[in-house]
């Protein structure tokens, strides 16, 4: 089994940044797939960007050119660097680890866009 653990969130003011961080621990070997979705209040979960074992990055059009979405093989770590933050980008952000037909997901970190 996969555990993650994010971490980063916090309250950033609009245009401001943030680097959010996932932690992979256990059976880490063979993942397929890791990313970043996120959940608003009200609103049903969506993908922000994945990045593929082979370290393709994907990014949903909201947030393209403004996140980026980076990896640590060392340290088992994936991030997520998010500039230019508007309000709208406030939500709670989960991690996924896709591993063949098992998603694992993190408990989520918020970020709160506000002035």
């Known amino acids: 089994q996969v555990q993650l653990v994010e971490s980063g969130g916090g309250l950033v003011q609009p245009g401001g940044s943030l680097r959010l961080s996932c932690a992979a621990s256990g059976s880490i070997s063979n993942i397929d797939a890791m990313g970043w979705y996120r959940q608003a209040p009200g609103k049903q979960r969506e993908m922000v960007s994945t990045?593929?074992?082979?370290?393709?990055?994907s990014y949903a059009n909201s947030v393209q050119g403004r996140f980026a979405i980076s990896r640590d093989n060392a340290k088992r770590t994936v991030f997520l660097q998010m500039n230019s933050l508007k309000p709208e980008d406030t939500a709670v952000y989960y991690c996924?680890?896709?591993?063949?037909?098992?998603?694992?997901w993190g408990k989520g970190t918020t970020v709160t866009v506000s002035s």
């Open positions: 996924k680890v896709v591993k063949g037909r098992v998603d694992t």
């Open positions: 990045m593929t074992s082979g370290g393709i990055a």
